[in-house]
């Protein structure tokens, strides 16, 4: 079974500066995704970014990229020139397999302070 | 967009009542799944379906059932509810993306359902 973890259930961040989230995880496969999505008070799940295991290359989206190491099974989300609307819960998720179910992390409520 | 709506949005029930919350979608995906979110626990799988008259349990399938009757609806069934499924619901597709070394699936989420049984 795969487990994801994100350590870190709070942070905060000053507008324009970066701020990274962490997750970790763990499983025995070779080939999988690993997402960031984001709930902002809306609720919505938004998909903010994916990287798929067999790429070496991180992925990146506008301001948003990741520091992807696989061999660490880690999968930390780094969020650059941050706005008040960057202002979310963060969920970490791991998929894997033909059904492609997500596992995901318990989230990290991300604050930007003006 | 995905083109996902879940209904009801909102609802409140009473224990020992049966409750049925829809998912509804319209661009033809294979694989819909049923998600409930409670504080501290992030997003947990129920059901998933991976076509019509196909699904499967999730992580916490006990006190919930699914039916996929046709491709666009996805119905999760409490068939007696209680307190402890009172939780946010999340209905979710795959969009397949590409076809590299195998699908590149990416889910996406409907607005949710909260649901509370008191």
């Known amino acids: 079974a795969q487990t994801v973890t994100q350590s870190q259930p709070e942070m905060s961040v000053q507008e324009a500066e970066t701020v990274t989230l962490s997750c970790t995880y763990d499983t025995s496969e070779s080939d999988y995704y690993l997402f960031w999505y984001k709930q902002p008070p809306s609720r919505q799940m938004i998909l903010v970014i994916r990287q798929e295991a067999y790429k070496q290359q991180n992925a990146t989206e506008n301001r948003f990229s990741v520091n992807f190491q696989k061999a660490a099974k880690s999968f930390s989300l780094k969020i650059s020139d941050s706005q008040l609307g960057d202002a979310a819960m963060y969920f970490c998720?791991?998929?894997?397999?033909?059904?492609?179910?997500?596992?995901f992390g318990s989230g990290t409520q991300l604050t930007v302070l003006p | 967009d995905a083109g996902i709506t879940q209904s009801p949005r909102h609802k409140v029930t009473e224990t020992g009542t049966p409750v049925t919350l829809r998912c509804h979608q319209t661009e033809n995906h294979r694989y819909m799944y049923w998600y409930r979110q409670d504080p501290g626990h992030g997003l947990r799988l129920i059901h998933y379906?991976?076509?019509?008259?196909?699904?499967d349990k999730g992580e916490v399938s006990d006190g919930y059932s699914v039916s996929r009757s046709k491709t666009e609806d996805f119905l999760l069934t409490l068939e007696s509810a209680t307190s402890s499924q009172t939780s946010v619901y999340f209905c979710?597709?795959?969009?397949?993306?590409?076809?590299?070394?195998?699908?590149?699936?990416?889910?996406?989420f409907g607005p949710g359902t909260r649901l509370t049984v008191l």
């Open positions: 998720a791991f998929s894997s397999g033909s059904a492609r179910q997500l596992t």
């Open positions: 379906s991976y076509g019509v008259k196909d699904t």
């Open positions: 979710a597709i795959s969009e397949l993306t590409g076809g590299l070394r195998f699908s590149t699936d990416t889910q996406y």
